[in-house]
T-cell receptor, first 112, second 114 residues
Framework: GESVGLHLPTLSVQEGDNSIINCAYS??????FIWYKQESGKGPQFIID?????DKRQGQRVTVLLNKTVKHLSLQIAATQPGDSAVYFC???????????FGTGTRLLVSP | GAVVSQHPSRVICKSGTSVKIECRSL??????MFWYRQFPKKSLMLMAT?????????EQGVEKDKFLINHASLTLSTLTVTSAHPEDSSFYIC??????????FGPGTRLTVT
């Protein structure tokens, strides 16, 4: 299940399940969105990105959905594996600027 | 893909001392680099934009005299935490944009101030 508290929200799933991680972004002018995976003590690792003129993009086992109407982004991971356990961040970039603004993050725990 | 390195990966220093963290783009040039700070179980917060050949641009609330940034070359940016205090203990991460939309992140530097 999913819980929200003082720390990072956590999503716990069983191996093989599909995972959906959600993110609300703040800037309606943002034109580019990225999902990153961060393992403990490491820098963020690129997973998948999407431009604002798209509403869906698929990668290997991952899909990103963008709903600009409600400023919502989601990351779907198919057949989740224990190696997917990490913290996942969405990031947005306002048009013309390279700097990224990161969301609060979600911890994904995958049980074997 | 492009690689960004950071040095050191971990550093422990005493209160009042200064610490320098290096960020290097290993196989590409970066006129701009970004420095982030991350507290435990929190998100990355942008501190400043490092600009080669000019002054860094700091985000609101970040003390530029406390966090000195020097973009010495097209492959190197340094962050110096001056007169460090325990509240400066954090995970510092740099990134550099690629030719397209992508950004490449370094592995991070864990700073502990005792």
């Amino acid at each position: 299940g999913e819980s929200v508290g003082l720390h990072l929200p956590t999503l716990s799933v069983q191996e093989g399940d599909n995972s959906i991680i959600n993110c609300a972004y703040s800037n309606s002018a943002s034109d580019y969105f990225i999902w990153y995976k961060q393992e403990s003590g490491k820098g963020p690792q690129f997973i998948i990105d999407i431009r604002s003129n798209m509403d869906k993009r698929q990668g290997q086992r991952v899909t990103v959905l963008l709903n600009k109407t409600v400023k919502h982004l989601s990351l779907q991971i198919a057949a989740t594996q224990p190696g997917d356990s990490a913290v996942y961040f969405c990031a947005e970039r306002a048009g013309g600027f390279q700097k990224l603004v990161f969301g609060t993050g979600t911890r994904l725990l995958v049980s074997p | 893909g492009a690689v960004v390195s950071q040095h050191p990966s971990r550093v422990i220093c005493k209160s009042g001392t200064s610490v320098k963290i290096e960020c290097r783009s290993l196989d590409f040039q970066a006129t701009t680099m970004f420095w982030y700070r991350q507290f435990p179980k929190k998100s990355l917060m942008l501190m400043a934009t490092s600009n080669e050949g000019s002054k860094a641009t700091y985000e609101q609330g970040v003390e530029k005299d406390k966090f000195l940034i020097n973009h010495a070359s097209l492959t190197l940016s340094t962050l110096t935490v001056t007169s460090a205090h325990p509240e400066d203990s954090s995970f510092y991460i740099c990134s550099a944009p690629g030719q397209g939309h992508e950004q490449y992140f370094g592995p991070g530097t864990r700073l502990t101030v005792t």
